[in-house]
């Protein structure tokens, strides 16, 4: 069955320090990758999206990258976090076999960033 | 992109019907409209798509406007469970859907 992992589920870090979240799908191909953030009460604002591998697509400008190193594997990351980056990390992926147009998202669990 | 707008909360009463509209005027031919719901600290889950016809799943049912400038997401009966925000998205075939934003939504509050 198809599932999809990220990690940490929480994470606390001081202002100015580095980030790396972390998220994989299992049991798919070439999916179709995302990146959201939800600011508390809010939204959801697109990051990122990825449609193979190396390709990252950007829709917020910002002090966030993106980086899929494998087929399965979506990675954001920071140098330096700003308190406006705390928020709720959600991973999300579609399968690649199919026209995404008509393929529910499929959401991970999310990150619970606090910037401090 | 196309456009939803959305109220932004709604209040139902348990064992009712709910119905959450959605306007999308701006909407092109190839857009599928597609609903998520979003339960509290979780990410969302989908709920139902539909392009033109209604669609009904164990869910929920998909009502679409003959012209399909709104639809509307109906809840069965309401149980306290299906407290969340809803979302209404537009999926475009032309970009292959990679593009996909979320709106608002809507907070659905369920009263015992």
């Known amino acids: 069955s198809q599932t999809i992992h990220q990690w940490p589920a929480t994470l606390v870090q001081p202002v100015g320090s580095p980030l790396s979240l972390e998220c994989t799908v299992e049991g798919t191909s070439n999916p179709n990758l995302y990146w959201y953030r939800q600011a508390a009460g809010r939204g959801l604002q697109l990051l990122f999206y990825s449609v193979g591998i190396g390709q990252i697509s950007s829709e917020v400008p910002q002090n966030l990258s993106a980086s899929r190193p494998q087929d399965r594997q979506f990675i954001l990351s920071s140098k330096k976090l700003l308190l406006s980056d705390s928020g709720f990390y959600l991973c999300a992926w579609i399968p690649g076999d199919r026209p995404s147009y008509n393929s529910p998202l499929h959401f991970g669990n999310g990150t619970r960033l606090t910037v401090t | 992109d196309a456009k939803t707008t959305q109220p932004n909360s709604m209040e139902s009463n348990e064992e009712e019907p709910v119905h959450l509209p959605c306007n999308h005027s701006t909407i092109s031919g190839t857009d599928y409209i597609h609903w998520y719901r979003q339960l509290p600290s979780q990410g969302p889950e989908y709920v139902i798509h539909g392009l033109t016809s209604n669609v009904n799943n164990r869910m929920a049912s998909l009502a679409i406007a003959e012209d399909r400038k709104s639809s509307t997401l109906i809840l069965h009966r309401a149980t306290l469970r299906d407290a969340a925000v809803y979302y209404c998205?537009?999926?475009?075939?032309?970009?292959?859907?990679?593009?996909?934003?979320f709106g608002a939504g809507t907070r659905l509050f369920v009263k015992a």
């Open positions: 998205i537009l999926r475009d075939v032309g970009t292959g859907g990679f593009k996909t934003i």
